[in-house]
């Protein structure tokens, strides 16, 4: 009853906080920069992507900011929401009456939502006189998920892998429980019994979890897909797209997730697992096995070695399910929407600036300044980790129009470091991705209707895993997603998939 009860407050919270509960008023930051005064100007929203600055710089006063400005010609002044509810944000901003010259989303419900709105500035004309190297760099199937009616509603900037999702485990705590890596769904339930249960960190104390995941069932990819299945995913069923999340496969899976957490396998705070959270314990020795970013291994796994040189993490298999099935998510082909809101009357100088940022000023936005961060040694990219790493939030703005070159990003991921494993965590990864059957823009009634939709998936998930509701909520579930919209989107995508298919 205590572990229900408790239960049932982490989920109160988490449901707080993804609706958006407390949202302060933003206000935009405008500046006017030192010798900048006869220059254009424009106020853009990003995502900070959780970067922090070295002491005396800022999101306005950088030099990698600094050489944007001083090679466009245009001053940028700059608004970085904080990353939790950052899309309920960009509805406060959108609301105020005098949105910005440019936002950035990852989410293509938002985008498609503002599109129907008619909030959005149509690019075609920008694009064609202004956008040189964004024609070049961007492929028609990325052009094509920012269409609707023939109109160009965002600049996309491009994912540079094609999923994210891998399983770590230490090494150290598996032999020293005599166990082998596991490979089977019903190894893996034993293996992170076995840490949960068995001090594997030595310390006589009950304190490690078998698996630990992140709030709104993130990070669980590798296991959904050992029943056949992703989230909020499109697959192919006698010859048309259905939704994952009302399938047969998802209540499998979340019966087992729910099995893990009332067998005290299962972080029991997983509703509240913010990546900083769950990062936290990964570091400090609490988590053995969890499902890693490809980037993990040079972050929170590299921490925590650092702490504990005897931790030995590896990669391992996917876990296979009953009917053999496994594998992990597939991105889409974009990252994130630029957009420009009709009230702005700087979509020439915005569109100057993306194509800026994805043309000749993407080397230095995504390797850093040449000879001061990386250089070139018998031909090899030879980068100054400490340099490296002081100015990471380069990113922030390398990422509004990131254009995915594999070479470029091998050279890059060798450079950082072969014990990291990067480059072969991404070939791992890509070679067990589940593929999402729709790769269109995201249609009408997904704006209409997603961000509730996917609320109430996420909230009936969460509940059903913690205990707070029967695995029966699933069939529920299923008949209010079709009936709030669930059907009209797949009608939409359907209609979408038949004239692809022709």
Same mark, same amino acid.
């Given at each position: 009853?205590?572990?229900?009860?408790?239960?049932? @407050?982490?989920?109160?919270?988490?449901?707080?906080?993804?609706?958006?509960?407390?949202? /302060?008023?933003?206000?935009?930051?405008?500046?006017?920069?030192?010798?900048?005064?006869?220059?254009?100007?424009?106020?853009?929203?990003?995502?900070?992507?959780?970067?922090?600055?070295?002491? %005396?710089?800022?999101?306005?006063?950088?030099?990698?900011?600094?050489?944007?400005?001083?090679?466009? %010609?245009?001053?940028?002044?700059?608004?970085?929401?904080?990353?939790?509810?950052?899309?309920?944000?960009?509805?406060?901003?959108?609301?105020?009456?005098?949105?910005?010259?440019?936002?950035?989303?990852?989410?293509?419900?938002?985008?498609?939502?503002?599109?129907?709105?008619?909030?959005?500035?149509?690019?075609?004309?920008?694009?064609?006189?202004?956008?040189?190297?964004?024609?070049?760099?961007?492929?028609?199937?990325?052009?094509?998920?920012?269409?609707?009616?023939?109109?160009?509603?965002? @600049?996309?900037?491009?994912?540079?892998?094609?999923?994210?999702?891998?399983?770590?485990?230490?090494?150290?705590?598996?032999?020293?429980?005599?166990?082998?890596?596991?490979?089977?769904?019903?190894?893996?339930?034993?293996?992170?019994?076995?840490?949960?249960?068995?001090? /594997?960190?030595?310390?006589?104390?009950?304190?490690?979890?078998?698996?630990?995941?992140?709030?709104?069932?993130?990070?669980?990819?590798?296991?959904?897909?050992?029943?056949?299945?992703?989230?909020?995913?499109?697959?192919?069923?006698?010859?048309?797209?259905?939704?994952?999340?009302?399938? /047969?496969?998802?209540?499998?899976?979340?019966?087992?997730?729910?099995?893990?957490?009332?067998?005290?396998?299962?972080?029991?705070?997983?509703?509240?697992?913010? @990546?900083?959270?769950?990062?936290?314990?990964?570091?400090?020795?609490?988590?053995?096995?969890?499902?890693?970013?490809?980037?993990?291994?040079?972050?929170?796994?590299?921490?925590?070695?650092?702490?504990?040189?005897?931790?030995?993490?590896?990669?391992?298999?996917?876990?296979?399910?009953?009917?053999?099935?496994?594998?992990?998510?597939?991105?889409?082909?974009?990252?994130?929407?630029?957009?420009?809101?009709?009230?702005?009357?700087?979509?020439?100088?915005?569109?100057?600036?993306?194509?800026?940022?994805?043309?000749? %000023?993407?080397?230095?936005?995504?390797?850093?300044?040449?000879?001061?961060?990386?250089?070139?040694?018998?031909?090899?990219?030879?980068?100054?980790?400490?340099?490296?790493?002081?100015?990471?939030?380069?990113?922030?703005? %390398?990422?509004?129009?990131?254009?995915?070159?594999?070479?470029?990003?091998?050279?890059?991921?060798?450079?950082?470091?072969?014990?990291?494993?990067?480059?072969?965590?991404?070939?791992?990864?890509?070679?067990?991705?589940?593929?999402?059957?729709?790769?269109?823009?995201?249609?009408?009634?997904?704006?209409?209707?997603?961000?509730?939709?996917?609320?109430?998936?996420?909230?009936?998930?969460?509940?059903?895993?913690?205990?707070?509701?029967?695995?029966?909520?699933?069939?529920?579930?299923?008949?209010?997603?079709?009936?709030?919209?669930?059907?009209?989107?797949?009608?939409?995508?359907?209609?979408?998939?038949?004239?692809?298919?022709?």
């Amino acid at each position: 009853m205590m572990k229900r009860m408790r239960a049932a @407050i982490l989920v109160m919270l988490a449901c707080c906080s993804t609706a958006g509960c407390g949202i /302060p008023n933003l206000t935009l930051k405008v500046e006017n920069k030192a010798g900048s005064t006869s220059e254009p100007a424009i106020r853009i929203v990003a995502n900070s992507l959780g970067m922090n600055f070295p002491e %005396g710089m800022d999101e306005n006063h950088n030099p990698y900011l600094s050489y944007i400005e001083k090679n466009i %010609g245009v001053q940028v002044n700059v608004t970085l929401p904080p990353l939790n509810g950052y899309d309920e944000k960009l509805n406060v901003i959108m609301a105020s009456g005098e949105p910005p010259d440019l936002l950035n989303t990852s989410d293509p419900s938002w985008f498609i939502h503002f599109v129907n709105q008619k909030a959005l500035t149509p690019l075609n004309d920008y694009i064609e006189k202004y956008g040189t190297n964004l024609k070049v760099k961007i492929p028609k199937e990325a052009w094509d998920n920012v269409t609707v009616d023939g109109k160009i509603y965002a @600049i996309p900037s491009l994912n540079e892998v094609k999923g994210t999702e891998i399983i770590y485990a230490r090494k150290d705590w598996l032999d020293k429980l005599g166990l082998q890596p596991p490979k089977t769904i019903e190894e893996y339930t034993a293996v992170m019994k076995a840490f949960a249960e068995r001090d /594997p960190d030595g310390n006589g104390k009950k304190d490690t979890y078998g698996l630990s995941i992140l709030e709104r069932l993130r990070r669980t990819s590798p296991f959904l897909g050992a029943f056949g299945v992703q989230m909020k995913a499109w697959y192919e069923r006698d010859g048309k797209l259905v939704y994952s999340g009302v399938l /047969p496969e998802m209540k499998e899976a979340l019966l087992y997730l729910r099995g893990l957490y009332d067998a005290d396998i299962l972080d029991p705070e997983f509703p509240l697992n913010k @990546i900083d959270v769950l990062g936290e314990k990964i570091v400090s020795g609490r988590v053995g096995l969890f499902s890693a970013a490809w980037s993990d291994t040079r972050a929170h796994i590299a921490a925590n070695r650092k702490i504990d040189p005897k931790a030995e993490w590896i990669p391992l298999d996917f876990p296979v399910g009953p009917n053999g099935k496994h594998g992990v998510y597939s991105t889409s082909n974009v990252r994130s929407y630029n957009v420009i809101p009709n009230k702005s009357d700087k979509a020439e100088a915005v569109v100057k600036f993306l194509d800026f940022v994805a043309g000749p %000023g993407q080397t230095s936005l995504k390797l850093g300044f040449e000879n001061e961060i990386w250089t070139r040694v018998d031909g090899k990219l030879s980068i100054r980790f400490d340099e490296h790493s002081k100015h990471g939030y380069r990113g922030i703005y %390398g990422a509004l129009a990131d254009m995915a070159d594999p070479n470029v990003t091998r050279d890059r991921l060798d450079a950082l470091g072969s014990q990291f494993r990067l480059y072969d965590n991404i070939q791992r990864i890509e070679q067990n991705l589940m593929v999402d059957r729709f790769n269109g823009p995201p249609t009408p009634a997904m704006g209409k209707h997603q961000i509730k939709l996917s609320k109430l998936q996420e909230d009936t998930f969460t509940r059903i895993i913690a205990g707070l509701s029967p695995i029966e909520e699933f069939d529920a579930f299923v008949k209010k997603w079709k009936e709030a919209g669930g059907d009209e989107i797949t009608g939409e995508v359907n209609e979408w998939w038949r004239e692809t298919n022709k």
